[in-house]
């Protein structure tokens, strides 16, 4: 009897010792997924970690002291000052990792000069609010500037444009004016990718009358003493055409952060903080040529 009840008081302490066991693996499971969950249990902050590509000035680059700097990264910290219930991370990387890992969820937000497309917006939530802008025109012949000066007087010329890749967003700029202007038509078609100094050529030579490109890529391009294509500066101009907006980038589970930052970019354009970056950064409010 002894031997019987000495087996069911150690069966039933075995067993109670391995019910504590479970609930405790349990409780302990719930603990971390909690914390998990909540992107920082037991009083932790959120890391919202800001991906930005680390060469585009001035929107977006490292600077000399190794830095995070640039219009569109000084904006973003102005709004981590607006939301101090995160913990803000500004980490810089290439063009390819930023748009792979917001959509992905490696990174809360990226910067880097983006417009908004069609394509885009099935990958990334965009805010209501642009951050700022960018300048688009037309590299045309030097001989040609008294007869183009703009858009409309280019499509009258000849509407003779370099072509542009269909995922490209350039493309829809074209798009969009052909559909506001029926009767002053530009000549768009699809191309394949081809090295940017071919298009310079091709405007020189003749075979196209004008290319369509970001005013910044030109002034880098051509315009700097130092640029790769400094050759082309004495024959080539540029004509600007229209501010486009560009966007901070989300992952697709990040909608409340989202709102939170889309007013809190709103608030700082209401009190100028927007565009005294501008003019720091630009030297002047490249946002007043948007138009929509």
């Not at 973003?76 to 992905?104: C, N, R």
């Not at 003749?206 to 003493?225: A, F």
């Not at 080539?236 to 952060?257: A, D, H």
Request: charged share 30%; hydrophobic share 35%.
């Amino acid at each position: 009897m002894k031997m019987k009840f000495t087996m069911k008081k150690l069966g039933k302490a075995v067993l109670t010792a391995a019910l504590v066991g479970v609930v405790a693996a349990v409780l302990a499971g719930c603990g971390k997924q909690s914390d998990s969950a909540a992107g920082g249990g037991d009083g932790q902050k959120k890391v919202v970690n800001v991906a930005f590509t680390n060469y585009y000035v001035p929107y977006d680059f490292v600077n000399d002291k190794g830095e995070p700097d640039g219009f569109e990264v000084a904006v973003m910290q102005e709004v981590a000052k607006k939301l101090p219930q995160y913990t803000w991370k500004f980490t810089p990387t290439s063009d390819d990792d930023l748009l792979i890992g917001v959509e992905s969820g490696k990174y809360t937000i990226g910067t880097k000069g983006i417009w908004k497309t069609a394509a885009r917006e099935k990958k990334y939530i965009f805010p209501k609010n642009y951050i700022g802008a960018s300048v688009i025109g037309l590299v045309i012949r030097k001989a040609d500037a008294d007869k183009i000066h703009d858009m409309d007087s280019f499509a009258q010329y000849s509407g003779k444009l370099v072509p542009i890749a269909p995922q490209d967003a350039r493309y829809m700029v074209i798009e969009d004016y052909n559909k506001d202007h029926p009767d002053k038509q530009i000549k768009l078609q699809s191309s394949e990718a081809f090295q940017i100094a071919d298009a310079y050529s091709w405007v020189m030579e003749g075979r196209y009358d004008g290319y369509l490109e970001v005013e910044l890529s030109y002034k880098n391009n051509i315009v700097k003493d130092d640029a790769p294509y400094h050759k082309f500066n004495d024959s080539l101009t540029y004509i600007r055409y229209k501010g486009i907006p560009t966007y901070p980038l989300f992952n697709k589970k990040e909608q409340k952060l989202a709102d939170e930052v889309d007013q809190a970019i709103d608030e700082l354009r209401k009190e100028g903080k927007i565009a005294e970056l501008e003019q720091k950064y630009f030297g002047e409010s490249l946002s007043n040529y948007i138009t929509q």
